[in-house]
């Protein structure tokens, strides 16, 4: 079980950093990293992949996903002090917080099959290869996912002024 | 100069570094050439730059004590050891189950073996094999000719496979399964982000013609009906909605062929 710690212990804050950028939720995000860590552990022994990278976002990925579809279907439920502080993957404490919040809004706003090809890609830097294997998809299909993601994302951060419904309503629950 | 014409990919590999020096030189050579393309792939080279920046914050905060690998390690090795822990876990399992399955048999069979039953049947399948990741089906979609033949011999009928190719789902298979009615087909389809449905039929003895109609239980929602003595029902991890329209083509194609 050493091998685990070698491997999967120096990836946890990407997979934080993901995670995070997926849900823009800290709390929520790092209850899917608990998730997956436990599975990963779990399931250390039986793994197919060769490549433990790609393998642990797989998990990830899936466990985000169906997360995303919940809330989606049910309204992410928020009580009136998370919103200000917990919701935002970044609280805006330089000159520059501005623009990585807008950047963050925006990825937001690509539907959610582009916004991770995007982020494996850009953030992460996996090769085009390593995104098709955590997505389970043609390499052809992450290549067309990157190139609409982009000129999406482009779109959105040029033209600010036309809000976009964020996918997904939020439910607010007031105390 | 090697020659080969550059593509959209070759780009997108250039911002990302992707390419090896040979190619690079080529796309560097083809953006001096072409200053809008250069700006729009410009333009992708700064929000990728912005994107690190707004996120590796993240990477760099310390990892939570619930994150710590060797905490939850020791979580799960605790809880293995405890032998008796799990023994009795297992008997409160089978008492809530027992008392759990004798309270759905209310809810879930209000008429008997109809469409309602089949809709339960389908929803447990799904359960049970739809996260079933060494064989989630016994027959792969390469072997259908066996499966036809299989169901044929053991349900008294034909089956028809449909065909979901148009809403971007592949048959993976599918096994005989048991219900409480006899044999039972279950087909296995997923799409491209690996989201699978079930989709369960058996003939019918009561309800031998019944409407489509909805269920839900938990987060697995799917549609039933019974057509000719044949009932039908699909589920998956969606808002029935969602379902709807996959459930009217099964039964289009269904009724093409019967």
Redesign the interface.
């Known amino acids: 079980m050493n091998d685990i710690f070698q491997s999967v212990e120096p990836m946890i804050p990407a997979l934080r950093r993901y995670a995070r950028a997926l849900l823009r939720d800290a709390t929520a995000a790092d209850d899917l990293v608990q998730d997956c860590l436990e599975r990963v552990i779990a399931h250390w022994h039986r793994r197919r992949n060769n490549d433990p990278r790609t393998w642990v976002f797989s998990i990830l990925h899936n466990v985000a996903v169906s997360h995303l579809r919940q809330r989606q279907r049910r309204g992410a439920h928020l009580s009136v002090d998370e919103i200000g502080q917990e919701a935002f993957a970044y609280r805006p404490t330089q000159e520059d917080g501005l623009l990585r919040q807008d950047i963050l809004d925006a990825i937001g706003q690509l539907p959610e099959e582009q916004g991770s090809v995007l982020l494996l890609v850009s953030v992460e830097d996996m090769s085009y290869a390593q995104v098709a294997e955590v997505l389970a998809i043609p390499v052809g299909t992450v290549m067309s996912r990157l190139s609409r993601a982009r000129e999406r994302l482009r779109q959105i951060l040029e033209h600010p002024a036309r809000p976009i419904a964020r996918p997904g309503t939020q439910l607010r629950r007031i105390k | 100069m090697s020659g080969k014409p550059i593509t959209?990919?070759d780009l997108?590999?250039y911002i990302?570094g992707?390419l090896d020096d040979i190619r690079r030189a080529d796309v560097s050579a083809y953006l001096e050439a072409h200053p809008e393309v250069a700006s729009?792939f410009a333009?992708?080279g700064d929000?990728?730059a912005?994107?690190?920046?707004?996120?590796?914050?993240?990477?760099?905060?310390p990892?939570?004590t619930?994150?710590n690998?060797?905490h939850?390690?020791a979580a799960?090795q605790s809880g293995r050891s405890s032998v008796w822990r799990s023994a009795a876990a297992a008997i409160i399992l089978l008492v809530a189950g027992g008392a759990g399955g004798w309270g759905l048999h209310g809810v879930l069979q209000p008429r008997g073996e109809g469409v309602d039953a089949l809709a339960g049947e389908a929803m447990d399948n799904f359960a049970t094999f739809a996260s079933d990741t060494v064989r989630p089906v016994e027959l792969r979609s390469d072997n259908m000719a066996e499966l036809v033949a299989w169901a044929t011999q053991r349900i008294g009928r034909k089956p028809v496979l449909p065909d979901l190719s148009k809403s971007g789902y592949r048959l993976m298979g599918g096994r005989i399964v048991s219900t409480p009615y006899g044999a039972g087909l279950m087909l296995m389809y997923d799409n491209?982000?690996?989201t699978r449905l079930v989709m369960l039929s058996r003939p019918m003895k009561a309800d031998r013609n019944q409407t489509m109609t909805s269920y839900s239980q938990g987060?697995v929602d799917g549609w039933s009906w019974a057509t000719g003595g044949m009932g039908y029902s699909i589920v998956g991890?969606?808002?029935a909605n969602e379902l709807h329209p996959l459930a009217d083509d099964i039964r289009r194609q269904v009724m093409a062929r019967a």
């Open positions: 959209e990919d997108h590999a990302d992707l729009r333009r992708y929000h990728r912005d994107m690190r920046a707004a996120l590796d914050p993240v990477a760099d905060e990892v939570p619930r994150l690998l060797t939850l390690m799960r491209d982000r690996s987060n991890p969606m808002p």
